[in-house]
C-alpha cells in the first residue's frame, strides 16, 4: 500500500507536511528522497510547522544534521531533527560520517526526517516512512508515501 499526493504548489507541499505531522511520534524516520529541488526540505517546513519545533527549517550549508525543539506555545511536543545527508555522497565513509551525527541518540524521543539518505540510515529504527517526491514537467510535485515495516500503513489510512 502507498500513498500518492499531487501537490500543485510549495503552500500544498507545507499543507501536506503540516497534515503528515498529525499522524508522527517519538521515534518516527522518515526517509526523503528525490532528485534535486524536489520540494523535499519544503516537506519538511511543513513538518516543523505541524510539529510545532522551534527555528527555520532551512538547506544546511555546512551543517548536515539540525535539532529543532519542540515549542509548547505551538503546542510541540516532540523534537525534529532534520538531517540532510547530500554533502556525504562524496566522503569516503558515508557511513562512519552518518555515525558521528550520533542520530541513533536522538532518534527515540524525536521525529527524524533525512534527505538523501537512503542507505544510510534505515539500520536506526527498524521500520520507516519513504517519502519520494517528483518533479513533473508542468512543475506540479507528486508525493508518494511507502510504509516499511510498523504501524505505518494504519497511519496512512488516518491521514485520508
Ligand atoms: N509544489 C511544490 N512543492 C515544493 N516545492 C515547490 C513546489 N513548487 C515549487 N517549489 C519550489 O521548489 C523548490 C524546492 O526546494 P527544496 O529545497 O525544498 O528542495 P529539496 O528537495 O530539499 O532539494 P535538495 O535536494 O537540494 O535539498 C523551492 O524553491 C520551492 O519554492
Ligand atoms: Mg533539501
Known amino acids: 500500500m502507498s500513498v500518492r499526493v499531487t501537490l500543485p504548489t510549495v503552500e500544498d507541499t507545507h499543507a501536506f507536511g503540516r497534515r503528515l505531522a498529525g499522524v508522527l511520534r517519538a521515534g518516527d524516520l522518515l526517509l526523503l528522497t528525490g532528485p534535486l529541488g524536489a520540494g523535499k526540505t519544503a ?11 522551534r527555528g527555520d527549517v532551512t538547506s544546511p550549508t555546512f551543517v548536515i544534521a539540525r535539532v ?4 509548547p506555545a505551538r503546542g510541540g511536543t516532540v523534537a525534529l531533527v532534520h538531517a540532510d545527508a547530500y554533502r556525504l555522497g562524496d566522503a569516503a565513509d558515508p557511513r562512519a560520517e552518518i555515525d558521528d551525527l550520533d542520530l541513533d541518540a536522538s ?23 519513504r517519502v519520494r517526491i ?9 508525493v508518494e508515501l511507502e510504509p516499511v515495516g510498523g504501524d505505518w500503513a494504519d497511519r496512512l489510512t488516518a491521514l485520508g
Open 43 to 53: 516537506l519538511t517546513r511543513g513538518l516543523g510547522a505541524g510539529l510545532g519545533v
Open 68 to 71: 529543532h525543539r519542540p515549542d
Open 107 to 129: 532518534v527515540d524521543a524525536s521525529v527524524t526526517v533525512v534527505e538523501w539518505g537512503e542507505g544510510l540510515v534505515e539500520q536506526l529504527v527498524d521500520t520507516h516512512l
Open 134 to 142: 517528483d518533479r513533473r514537467d508542468d512543475d506540479t510535485r507528486v
